[in-house]
């Protein structure tokens, strides 16, 4: 394994490192300031759209889809460092490079699944960031941590699809440029393989029956620079059967495929979250004084620290091995080490953001640091994309099988 940066990715890094200092962290306060003055908050602040053009101009753009012919072709070991600098300022430097969630996932969906008519109506518009888009699985009736448990149903109707249910913190649907969802519900509710119940269809945003209910908030956040997360009911709706995504029957391969590149473009950015946590620690550190000397000579200042980056250094480490092994044997080759990953990240870096809220005091708390919010997305990460016991649970039963 070698982790040293070829020289696209340091190509790469360069202009996203220039990218970051000069435009994405002098926008963040002015993104705030202009959402406060919009008549809906779940607009767009004027200052995204002009990163957006700012980062296409540039080449930075579309770096997460390894598909050449849409996206930037990187591999995954060569994304990896670039994810995690957009990770330092997660609330805009992945939508200024249309690298967000879920418009990422979605976006390997249409690219990997859908048919010619789809990808044309669909993914072009996303890759160009013109819409944005939602995924539909989480339901609030039943524990969505085991897939096969969905209730939504797709019934069909001589040339329909008609969908009925519930779904809760579908992420981005609050968006007014969020045209569409892909919804998983069951096709075959009474099918004997569980996992061939579930389907995939695209539903339009402004498809009758369809209702965007309520924003649902994240520690009391309503995270309008991902364009929330929305409770949203589907009464009724009918779609043509021609929305569905490949075949009746492969929904829930399809959640797996997509959610393997999700998980560890979560973790890269995560890494990125931590190593903003420690230099705004450091930078405390060194700016504040208590009983006499100032907190970087406080030894449990420096502990928090040392182990923070001791930790880091770990986590990379991992995600780096990962996306070596993704790129060289495929998601089903990397399938302990991406359950690991998943399971280490969040839980490590929640830790250290926690320390640095910690040293910062009540100003760790406020919204005068973007630690809170922070720590609000690594939180959700530990139950986004599957729990981490579900992670763990699988991971064990595959590595007592070695002894059975």
């Known amino acids: 394994m070698d982790f040293a940066f070829d020289a696209r990715t340091e190509e790469l890094r360069a202009k996203l490192l220039a990218f970051m200092d000069e435009y994405v962290y002098p926008a963040e306060a002015v993104a705030e300031e202009q959402r406060a003055a919009l008549v809906s908050p779940w607009d767009t602040p004027a200052v995204v759209g002009e990163l957006k053009a700012e980062a296409r101009r540039q080449g930075l753009w579309n770096l997460f889809l390894p598909d050449a012919e849409y996206g930037a072709g990187l591999t995954n070991l060569q994304y990896a460092p670039l994810a995690e600098i957009t990770g330092r300022s997660p609330h805009l430097a992945p939508t200024a490079t249309n690298c967000a969630a879920p418009d990422t996932g979605n976006m390997e969906v249409l690219a990997q699944f859908a048919d010619e008519r789809q990808k044309k109506q669909w993914l072009e518009p996303l890759l160009a960031g013109e819409i944005r888009s939602a995924f539909a699985m989480t339901e ?136 903003r946590a420690i230099e705004l620690m450091c930078r405390r550190a060194v700016s504040r004084t208590a009983f006499g000397k100032a907190l970087a000579q406080q030894g449990v200042v420096q502990n928090w620290i040392a182990d923070a980056r001791v930790t880091v250094e770990q986590l990379r480490l ?87």
């Not at 690991?340 to 640095?356: E, N, S, W, Y």
Request: hydrophobic letters at 40%.
């Open 140 to 275: 609030p009736e039943v524990a969505s941590s085991d897939a096969t448990n969905i209730t939504t149903h797709i019934e069909r109707d001589g040339d329909d699809y008609v969908i009925t249910g519930r779904k809760w913190y579908i992420s981005g649907a609050m968006n007014p440029d969020c045209r569409i969802f892909i919804v998983m519900g069951k096709t075959d509710p009474d099918g004997a393989d569980i996992r061939r119940q579930q389907s995939m269809v695209l539903v339009p945003r402004d498809t009758p029956g369809v209702t965007v209910r309520r924003a649902m908030q994240v520690f009391g956040y309503e995270d309008h620079s991902h364009g929330g997360h929305a409770e949203v009911v589907f009464d009724h709706a009918r779609v043509p059967v021609t929305n569905l995504i490949g075949e009746e029957g492969g929904g829930f391969a399809i959640a797996q495929a997509r959610l393997g590149p999700g998980r560890i473009h979560h973790c890269m950015r995560l890494i990125g979250m931590a190593e």
């Open 318 to 404: 991992l995600v780096l091995k990962t996306a070596w092994l993704m790129d060289t044997v495929g998601n089903k080759g990397a399938h302990t080490e991406i359950q690991a990953i998943k399971i280490a990240t969040p839980r490590a870096v929640v830790g250290i953001l926690d320390r640095a809220i910690q040293l910062h005091g009540a100003g760790g708390v406020s919204q005068d640091f973007p630690l809170a919010e922070l720590y609000a997305s690594a939180r959700t990460l530990m139950l986004a994309d599957g729990p981490d016991e579900v992670h763990q649970r699988s991971l064990a039963r595959r590595e007592l099988k070695k002894y059975l």
